[in-house]
Each structure stands twice: as C-alpha cells, then as structure tokens.
Nanobody, 122 residues
C-alpha cells in the first residue's frame, strides 16, 4: 500500500504556471498524474517509470506545456504546468504502483491520492 499526498494546486490566471507535487510514503515504481474536470471522466495526463521513462497523453491540449518528473530519493512526483488555460481546470490526482509490468497511461493503478484542485481563470 502506498500513501500519496498531493500539493501545489491553486487558482491562477491563464498563462500562469503551477508545480504540483505528490509525496509517497515509500518507494514506488510507475507513477502518474491524472485529472478530472467537472462533469467529465478522469483523464490520464502523464506517467513516469522509476527510471524516468515518461509517457504523455496524446491530447494536444497538454503537449509541450506539462512536464512530469520525480525524485526517487524524496519519493516525490512532480508535474510542472506552464501556459495554463481555463480548460486545464480540474482536480489533479497522482497514482502509483510498486511494481508494474509496464508504465504507461493504461497501467492499472491501485494507489491514489486525494487530489489537488487547479483552477485557471481567463
């Protein structure tokens, strides 16, 4: 079992930046960021393996603006978000698996944080 705590969300104006963090209580393998906007389903944003291999959603909406990274010594996952848009408004949650056969947006994650709200105003 992995306990995950997200932080770094908040309210920003369009064009601004935020850096989300997700602290885990132990070392993990695959980790990822997901988001859910009001009235919509959960969307995978990006995942990263323990060795740093990344995979991002194909959605043009985040390409080139979001960067996932991790610090294995601190057991912390990050999501750097730049040039934020109102459509990025959502609850952002991190997820982790201790061991996984593969690490991509189709990985079944069994450990989830409570989420951190990101609100972007026009």
């Amino acid at each position: 079992q992995v306990h995950l705590v997200e932080s770094g969300g908040g309210s920003v104006q369009a064009g601004g930046s935020l850096r989300l963090s997700c602290a885990a209580n132990r070392s993990t393998g695959c980790m990822g960021w997901f988001r859910q906007a009001p009235g919509q389903g959960r969307e995978g944003v990006a995942v990263i393996s323990r060795l740093g291999r990344t995979s991002y959603t194909d959605s043009e909406s985040v390409k080139g603006r979001f960067t996932i990274s991790r610090d294995n010594i601190k057991n912390t996952l990050y999501l750097e978000m730049n040039s934020l848009k109102p459509e990025d408004t959502a609850m952002y949650s991190c997820a982790a698996e201790i061991t996984a056969i593969s690490c991509d947006l189709h990985t079944q994650f069994n450990n989830w944080g409570q989420g951190t709200q990101v609100t972007v105003s026009a």
